[in-house]
């Protein structure tokens, strides 16, 4: 079994420290191991942004976690928030949450968004297409509601991408309940996979398997809030939190197993053990593990040329580290990790690559932003 490399400390080049603003940014110019660059404010005034999607005509879109969907056109947030989206129950860490597009958005106007409803049993997560028309939602429905209810409003998870495939891939976290992320009878502790419609696709992994629910590709996670493309080799990569100690980065394989709770690298909040198991037979080991947690969360493989020599490697928003952290990968092997923005002590939500090459951050805040990585001219 391969087995990884466990990154406690980073003895790699940081980002000089620096004040912060209430929002937990600030201009700056700053150096790293491969290039220099300056973050920049695109827009600020939003309320704990959690995810931003690009338009075919360079506007872009962000979710706030309170319920609200907003458009940024040329530098500027509209103060008006989009209309129709769906009611959330916007509490603790559930709320609005990611958003993508359609990849014929341009020709059908098709989005889709991840939100906490409510519902008989507490709230679940569900997933909501809908058609923009650059003012306005309409035609709202939705399209996948996950069986994953709890009266816990956190452990989400909730993010969502179009695969190389065309296929829908969908994280649901365990929702507080340990049990349910190595059952197959409910979609707690899962990644979904679904037509863009929501409808099953015929080759799903346990389509067939009794007791088994159909929309399930992955299974045995625990908070996943980091799903990407890698565009240069087509996996999928995700990452999760663990609980004290152990969040992963993991490459997505049809109908793997990861693990949690079984087999686990961290432990419990207050100290005590959850499984001296850190393997098994037939359970994925991560890509890379980390002890102690640093909250990864939006996920992005850089592809652009406004930073060539960065070009493959991995970036991640850190919440509870507050950084911005870039992995280099041989293959699927990490084998260098530079942690950047360490001094902002901003939450990173998302991470997005812009179609103009550039590196987009959220920021978790009630004061919070978008911000653009340029390099340094």
Known sequence: MRLPVIFTVVALAIVVAFGALNSGWMHSDTNTEEHSFRILTVASGLEFPWSLAFLPDGSMLVTERPGRLRVIRDGALDPRPIPGVPHVRAREQGGLMDIALHPKFAENRLLYLTYLKAEPGGATIALARATF????????QDIFVADAADRSDGNAGSRV?????????????????????QSLSDHAGKIV???????????????????ARPEIYAYGVRNPQGLAVNPLTGDILETEHGPQGGDELNLLRRGANYGWPAITYG???????ITNETARPGMEQPLAYWVPSFGPSGLVIYTGNKFPKWRGNVFLGAMAGTHLRRLVLEGTRVVQQELLLRGLGARIRDVRQGPDGFLYLLNDSPHGSVRRLEPEP
Do not use: C, E, W
């Not at 028309?133 to 709202?140: P, T």
């Not at 432990?267 to 053990?273: A, I, R």
């Open 133 to 140: 028309d650059g003012v306005s939602l309409s035609n709202v």
């Open 267 to 273: 432990q419990n909040y207050d100290g005590t053990v």
């Open 193 to 211: 996979r679904l037509r863009d419609d929501g409808s099953i696709p015929d080759d799903n992994p346990f389509v067939n398997q009794a007791g």
């Open 161 to 181: 991408l179009f695969g190389p495939d065309g296929m829908l891939y969908m994280s649901v976290g365990d929702r507080h309940d340990r049990k349910r992320p």
